[in-house]
């Protein structure tokens, strides 16, 4: 991740493009994408594109924050809930430290790189309090590094219709002619 200061929406993209395309797509793969209250259409749509086209990178770009925010939900919770089992009584309120201590011991008790970087992401994403120290990790270590987002092109314009001049001049005099008040019919006066 860059020094510069990053928004949340573009950490959780950045975080999401960063991770195995595979095991983001085995993911979505398990859930269950029906139509249903549960599941809003903001977030069930994307998902439901992301198992037909099988493009993360594109889903990670471009796809409806709330939709990416929603996967990486789903990515980083096994893997938070053993960083929160590692921080122990520190979890409510953890330093620096505590955090990189409680994420090298997960690590080393076999959370793969991609589980990591989905929670750190996740947490320095969606506000929570430790946000800070997750995005310094985030930047401090070289294995976290987040990718950076493809720039994603606007589908082109089609081109424009050739216009006859005096066509266009025809319909100018009509839309004028429509927007004059038209004149109310003389009433013929009563001789006296």
């Known amino acids: ?24 797509l085995e993911v979505v793969d398990a859930l269950d994408l029906r139509p249903s209250t549960k599941i809003t259409a903001v977030v ?9 086209r099988r493009d993360v990178a594109t889903f990670a ?9 929603a996967l990486l939900d789903v990515l980083a919770a096994p893997p938070l809930e053993r960083v929160i089992a590692a921080l122990g009584e520190h979890a409510e309120a953890p330093d620096f430290d505590q955090l990189s201590a409680a994420v090298d011991q997960v690590a080393g008790e076999g959370a793969t790189r991609d589980e990591l970087v989905a929670v750190l992401g996740h947490a320095a994403g969606e506000g929570f309090p430790e946000a800070p120290h997750c995005r310094r990790l985030l930047d401090e270590r070289p294995d976290f590094a987040l990718a950076e987002l ?8 089609p081109p424009g219709r050739e216009v006859d001049p005096v066509q266009r001049e025809r319909r100018r005099a009509r839309r004028a002619q429509q927007r004059r008040p ?3 019919p003389r009433r013929p006066r009563r001789a006296k």
């Open 150 to 157: 493809p720039s994603v092109a606007a589908p082109p314009r």
């Open 61 to 69: 770009a471009a796809a409806p924050l709330p939709a990416v925010a």
């Open 44 to 52: 069930g749509v994307p998902l439901r594109a992301l198992q037909q």
């Open 1 to 24: 991740m860059s020094s510069r200061a990053t928004s949340t929406s573009e950490i959780i993209r950045r975080t999401v493009l960063s991770l195995d395309p595979e095991a983001v």
């Open 182 to 184: 038209a004149t109310p």
